[in-house]
């Protein structure tokens, strides 16, 4: 009785990395991330879907690192700590529909404009190249800057924060991008807090 007692928490133990690492759709997300000299924890993760001719399409796994766990809407607008976005593509994505997408996004779901808004968001439109499968897309605010990586290369800034509050506007305002995907990215996916 002891031993099968001692097996099964040997067998318990040794599943715990599994169950604690973060993959989905299985692209995996690091716990982790560097931005300008600090470390940001994982705040949330979760899944894009687009519907193409009433299809579902899985498109991109999208992670959300903070300083530290924020947890609504409001949080979010009033940190002033680095953030990062990375957007992990699930499948080759052609330049054009690359720039259809973004577009579609600000014009669907931006709450927050200012009067130079449609310029930063074109010129922040044309930083992105076409994504192969598996392709990340990153973006991190540092001070008032919106630095954009595509293909794990850095491809320009977009200054102010009101670019900024436009770009968080996107995922977190009153019309996100998915509203599943703003529950997921503020820590919440299928009621499972992610670990602080």
């Known amino acids: 009785m002891k031993k099968g007692l001692l097996l099964q928490i040997i067998i318990f133990l040794a599943g715990l990395p599994s169950l604690m690492a973060l993959e989905i759709q299985g692209?995996?997300?690091a716990?982790?991330?560097a931005v300008a000299g600090e470390t940001l924890q994982l705040n949330g993760a979760g899944l894009r879907s687009v519907v193409l001719l009433f299809?579902?399409?899985r498109a991109y796994v999208a992670a959300f690192y903070v300083h530290a766990p924020l947890r609504s809407e409001r949080e979010v607008s009033n940190s002033s700590s680095p953030m990062?976005?990375?957007?992990?593509f699930l499948g080759p994505v052609t330049q054009s529909l690359v720039?259809?997408?973004w577009q579609s996004q600000f014009a669907q779901s931006v709450s927050y404009t200012y009067p130079d808004f449609?310029?930063?968001r074109d010129a922040?439109?044309?930083?992105?190249?076409?994504?192969k499968c598996g392709g990340m897309e990153r973006v991190q605010f540092i001070g008032s800057n919106t630095v954009v990586y595509d293909a794990c290369l850095k491809k320009g800034t977009i200054v102010g924060k009101n670019f900024q509050r436009a770009f968080l506007s996107l995922w977190f305002g009153s019309n996100p991008v998915q509203n599943d995907l703003k529950i997921a990215l503020l820590g919440n996916s299928n009621g499972c807090q992610i670990s602080k």
């Open 27 to 29: 692209v995996p997300i």
């Open 31 to 33: 716990p982790h991330a």
């Open 55 to 57: 299809v579902p399409i």
């Open 84 to 88: 990062q976005f990375d957007f992990t």
């Open 99 to 101: 720039t259809k997408a």
């Open 118 to 120: 449609e310029k930063d």
């Open 124 to 131: 922040f439109i044309a930083l992105f190249g076409p994504v």
